[in-house]
């Protein structure tokens, strides 16, 4: 039977990209590139534009916003609380407008290296700014060390206390509830400072505890207040135990009627049931292999009444039961079933913002690499040893560890999308996105530079759960538009993207002047399974164009090495077109590579024909 003369290979269509691997061996629908892309039902599409909703009052005044969450009022309206230094702003999903700033009480502010965090719970948004990590100042008979005239209090310590004007304490002197509490002092001498208390009268006392700390805040919708900082004797229904009210905390959440705080890094504080303020510090509070060489870096619910908790390398499960109710009475408290046991202690979490629940699946960013647990059949979280990534191992390798904190995910679409600092930069300037229907990773989004995300959410827009990325200084509505837009906050577009424009070394530079969504996209190396040279001769594409379409296509050909542009196909109209090129290159292999320059054009599959050179065409019979 005679040899065919010519060999064809392809892509019927496409599922995802593989960086990692060697391109001559890669599965017909993996690339070994895919950037701004997405891949839906075979095709692959570049992806939607983002939408900057930043307006002129978080322009002006160099606002930073440092966190932000989603809050539903009572009355339904739907907002995002965006969280600065010194006030937060509400953006109604409903009415797309963004409230003036609504500000923090005198002298109550968050600083670009506090941690911060905010959650909804029970109607109120509660907002984070870090434990103490500071030395407690306790001080016991020494007499008028406490004293107050009118309102103010002034503390005398018998060695220097370090505080400054401006700094905030939490102090408390017993049998004087109206002094003690959460202030921002005044410093007078090295061992002096004074404050404004809630109350007024003489007071000569002789003992006090304090320590520089930033107390939460709450926000009720319209104004926002310190969290008050109460003592036990103010809840004399609690039996056993000390009552403390909501101690400072790096990160929270609300979970099945408690709130769950992060208040060092190796414990953890629940409030009572359905008593946001209530903590007993004796029953409710956990220490997490205390003393190891670790640290708390997230926790997440995940079914019923446990949640997960993440170290930087372990994690735990934990089990909060549902309070006790007998006929006439709560136990609001955590009673003796409560557990935590070990999970694993093979890896841990890198990047609190990057955990996120997908079913019975939960994916976060670890050291190693992007992790997910998966529910065995005992239903018992496992995780595999080889990373989730290991596919974009080489772009997980050059993510900046020093900055990898600040890494930031969310699950939305059936996609599974993380922000991370790569190369040298210091802020988030690539998300990286797994698509779950597919099983494998689908594109590397490079963003205009203003584009760096703090953190995602999902909110409503125009009937239709989005997401959301909040950055540093601006605020963006994500996959909404045919081109990204950046504006200074009055409407006017600012141009200017960063791109990756070496796909092999993936080097950062300034790219040109457009908004156009920058979409690359390399498919596998073909060979033809065989090592002899070839010549290849033809490049057949079907694929869908826009009407602003236009795209470079090019052989890149390997042994000798050579890149040719072979055509640029341009629309103004929507179309469906197979586009036919000529490669004429002799080589060992060849990629194809689409250089999307504007438009968001469809490629449904491709074709690539040639001869394996030195064989023997002519039959025998």
């Known amino acids: 039977m005679a040899n065919l003369p010519f060999q064809i290979d392809g892509e019927q269509g496409f599922i995802g990209f593989n960086s990692r691997e060697n391109p001559t061996i890669l599965p017909a629908g993996v690339a070994r590139y895919a950037q701004n892309f997405r891949f839906d039902r075979g095709e692959a599409k570049v992806r939607s534009g983002c939408t900057d909703l930043t307006v002129p009052s978080l322009v002006t005044g160099n606002v930073q916003i440092l966190g932000g969450c989603e809050y539903t009022k009572t009355d339904g309206t739907q907002q995002i609380v965006l969280v600065s230094t010194d006030g937060l702003y509400t953006y109604t999903t409903g009415t797309k407008l963004t409230s003036s700033k609504i500000n923090f009480p005198t002298g109550r502010t968050i600083s670009t290296t506090d941690p911060v965090d905010c959650f909804q719970a029970e109607n109120k948004v509660y907002i984070l700014r870090g434990y103490s990590r500071n030395t407690e100042i306790s001080q016991s008979s020494v007499s008028g060390c406490v004293s107050r005239t009118g309102a103010i209090v002034t503390i005398t310590c018998t060695n220097p206390h370090g505080y400054a004007t401006g700094d905030e304490i939490i102090i408390y002197v017993p049998g004087h509830n109206t002094a003690s509490g959460s202030y921002v002092i005044t410093v007078t001498s090295s061992t002096v400072f004074t404050y404004t208390s809630n109350g007024s009268g003489s007071i000569n006392h002789d003992t006090f505890t304090c320590v520089k700390a930033k107390a939460p805040l709450v926000f009720d919708g319209s104004t926002v207040s310190v969290v008050p900082q109460a003592t036990a004797t103010q809840y004399p229904y609690l039996q056993g135990g000390d009552s403390v009210c909501m101690p400072p905390a790096d990160f929270g959440l609300y979970f099945q009627g408690r709130i769950v705080l992060c208040v060092s890094r190796d414990e953890i504080a629940a409030s009572n049931y359905y008593e946001s303020n209530v903590f007993d510090v004796s029953l409710d509070q956990f220490k997490i292999n205390q003393g190891d060489n670790d640290y ?42 409560s557990e935590i046991n070990t999970l694993t202690t093979q890896f841990g979490c890198s990047a609190r913002r990057t955990i996120q629940v997908a079913g019975q699946s939960v994916f976060f960013l670890s050291d190693r690499g992007v992790y997910q647990l998966n529910t065995a059949l005992d239903l018992k979280l496992v995780g595999d040893q080889m990373p989730l990534s290991d596919g974009i191992s080489d772009i997980i390798e050059r993510i900046n560890t020093n900055y990898v904190s600040a890494s930031c995910g969310l699950f939305f679409n059936n996609r599974y999308y993380i922000s991370v600092p790569l190369d040298s930069d210091t802020t988030n300037n690539a998300v990286l996105v797994y698509s779950l229907l597919n099983k494998a990773w689908e594109s590397i989004d490079i963003y205009p530079t203003a584009f760096s995300p703090k953190l995602f959410l999902q909110a409503t827009f125009e ?38 424009n070496d796909p092999v070394t993936c080097t950062f530079t300034e790219g040109a002047a457009t908004a156009n969504v920058d979409g690359q996209l390399i498919t596998r190396r073909y060979t033809f399974k065989s090592l002899d040279q070839k010549r290849f001769s033809g490049l057949q594409v079907d694929g869908i164009l826009d009407a602003s379409s236009s795209i ?18 341009n629309s103004n109209s ?24 504007s438009g968001r054009p469809t490629i449904r ?4 024909d040639g001869v394996i050179a030195g064989r023997n065409f002519v039959s025998s019979e």
Do not use: W
Request: net charge positive.
């Open 605 to 608: 599959g491709l074709t690539v």
């Open 463 to 500: 009937n239709k759960r989005q997401m959301y990325a909040i950055c540093l200084r601006h605020f963006f509505l994500c996959e909404s538009a045919a081109k990204d837009f950046v504006n200074d906050g009055s409407g006017t577009p600012i141009l200017g993207t960063g791109q990756l």
């Open 296 to 337: 708390i870096v997230g926790f997440t619910p995940y079914q019923e009444n446990s949640f997960l908790i993440f170290k930087r390398n372990s994690i735990y499960y934990a089990f909060l039961p549902p309070p006790a109710i007998t006929t006439t009475t709560i136990d609001r408290g955590i009673d003796t079933s």
């Open 574 to 597: 929507v179309e469906e077109k197979s586009i036919r090129a000529k490669i004429a290159h002799r080589a060992y292999a060849i990629d194809i590579k689409f250089q999307v320059n």
């Open 552 to 569: 470079d296509i090019s052989a890149l050909s390997y042994n000798p090495d050579q890149s040719t542009k072979l055509l640029t196909v």
